[in-house]
């Protein structure tokens, strides 16, 4: 990191860069050019790049415009980010969908104890049969 990008642990919180995660999103989850985003949120490309260059990029309804602009939540993931102390989840799940995957887990459980036990008995068989045939 060189010593224009260096960020303060005070400016950056919880390690939480705005700018660069809305930046990193541009360049790699958009076909938008930076130039092109400034214009439609009627800023210039140098007010555009200040504010990606900073750890809050600007405002709260300048993270709106952004978000909408992008179709992109920026403001929940970041809240989530202070919410675990700076300890970044890859996907966030409702109680509802949790329930749906652990229910399917539940039934998967079943299946694999269910099918286990037939392999054991057609093991089972098989070797009686080898044993019968080699008498």
Do not use: W
């Not at 989530?80 to 799940?93: C, D, P």
């Amino acid at each position: 990191m060189d010593n224009n990008t260096k960020i303060d642990s005070m400016d950056a919180p919880f390690g939480l860069h705005m700018g660069k995660t809305i930046k990193q999103f541009i360049e790699k989850e958009t076909n938008f050019t930076k130039t092109l985003v400034a214009m439609k949120l009627g800023l210039t490309r140098t007010c555009f790049s200040s504010r990606l260059s900073s750890p809050h990029y600007g405002n709260i309804h300048d993270l709106i415009k952004i978000s909408i602009l992008l179709e992109k939540d920026f403001i929940s993931s970041a809240l989530a980010l202070v919410r675990n102390q700076g300890v970044a989840s890859t996907k966030m799940f409702s109680e509802r969908e949790l329930n749906e995957v652990q229910t399917k887990l539940a039934l998967t459980e079943k299946k694999l104890f269910e099918k286990d036990r037939e392999l054991t008995l057609t093991h089972e068989l098989l070797e009686k049969y080898r044993l019968v045939a080699g008498a």
